[in-house]
């Protein structure tokens, strides 16, 4: 994440100039209320995705339909 990487509030506006700041720092309060939940969720995603990369392709060795 962003902010887990040193970079401040000020950054991420810089970087997301269409986020405000009452918006940075809402996700930032979330955050820190409740990183155990987001950490497991982020956790979770990057595992799906892992799967999802050695998974093949449902296009892989099938005959053409033309």
Do not use: C, N, T, W
């Not at 990487?5 to 269409?18: F, K, T, V």
């Not at 820190?32 to 392709?57: L, T």
């Amino acid at each position: 994440m962003r902010y887990q990487r040193g970079l401040s509030a000020e950054d991420i506006l810089r970087d997301y100039p269409q986020l405000s700041p009452p918006q940075v720092y809402g996700a930032l309060a979330y955050y820190f209320d409740h990183q155990e939940e987001v950490e497991a969720e982020v956790a979770h995603m990057r595992h799906r995705e892992r799967q999802m990369s050695r998974a093949p392709s449902l296009f892989e060795d099938k005959p053409s339909l033309l």
